[in-house]
């Protein structure tokens, strides 16, 4: 049985209750836009509603601590594939047990969960470091992102904590979503930017940043490139702290 289901954290616990009340003993979870056929299996779609995500959650909480419960939700931000099965497997296996379970990782499913949550964290603490703001307007400040994972949501508190009194956009380049903070009234919307409507119409898709940046921009770089000291160069440590694939969001690498 495949269970598809919207690509929502609401709609996969809305999944895993369904799969509980209609009896699927033998089931697998699917985001519906990584369906390539419907034909090969007998399939079951479902839609996001609260009560059933809820009383999923009610459930979990009886069992696992929160920290645990975070680490679900990490794990179905990483989007990688079957991962969804994993946060079934481990649900079943906590909800069935009399002990606790969040120590046994000797159990396939507490093993996955809690080493792919580590490496959704890694990545999120390299963008809350890594992530640099360029002044595009008058104190309105743009960055753009293209994480492994979807770690969007995980670093939006760190930023409000940061830049608390100035506008900033974050987008996502690879999922085509960005989160944008309005200083005015400390909330944050979801952004999309249809670059490929606006192609089609003429219009420019490029990002131009403030004169002021970029004149800041270069002395910063003049800076770091004085205070480099070549005989103190260790470059195998300096790799191990800012790998490589993060150089594109420095100034001072570019």
């Known amino acids: 049985m495949q269970i598809i289901y919207d690509g929502t954290f609401e709609g996969l616990l809305t999944a895993i209750f369904d799969i509980y009340e209609r009896k699927f ?25 609260p009560e059933k995500a809820a009383r999923v959650l009610r459930g979990l909480k009886k069992k696992l601590s929160a920290a645990t419960l975070s680490n679900f939700y990490w794990c179905f931000l990483s989007e990688l594939d079957g991962i969804e099965d994993h946060i079934l497997s481990y649900a079943r296996y906590a909800l069935s047990s009399v002990q606790p379970v969040e120590q046994d990782y000797g159990n396939a499913a507490v093993l996955e969960i809690a080493q792919v949550a580590r490496k959704v964290g890694r990545e999120k603490h390299r963008f809350e470091a890594f992530v640099r703001f360029q002044e595009i307007q008058n104190n309105f400040y743009y960055a753009a992102i293209d994480p492994d994972h979807n770690v969007l949501p ?5 930023f409000k904590r940061r830049y608390p009194a100035q506008d900033w956009l974050i987008y996502d380049t690879r999922r085509h979503y960005g989160i944008h903070y309005d200083s005015q009234t400390e909330q944050v919307h979801e952004a999309i930017m249809d670059f490929e409507a606006l192609s089609h119409r003429g219009q420019s898709t490029c990002i131009a940043i403030d004169t002021d940046e970029a004149h800041y921009q270069s002395l ?11 005989a103190r160069r260790n470059m195998k440590l300096h790799l191990q702290h800012v790998p490589k694939r993060y150089w594109k969001y420095l100034v001072e690498k570019q």
């Open 25 to 49: 003993n033998s089931a697998n979870i699917v985001r519906k836009d990584k369906i390539a056929s419907l034909g090969l299996f007998e399939n079951h779609e479902v839609h996001s509603e």
């Open 154 to 158: 995980l670093i939006i508190p760190h």
């Open 220 to 230: 910063w770089k003049h800076y770091f490139k004085h205070v480099n000291i070549p």
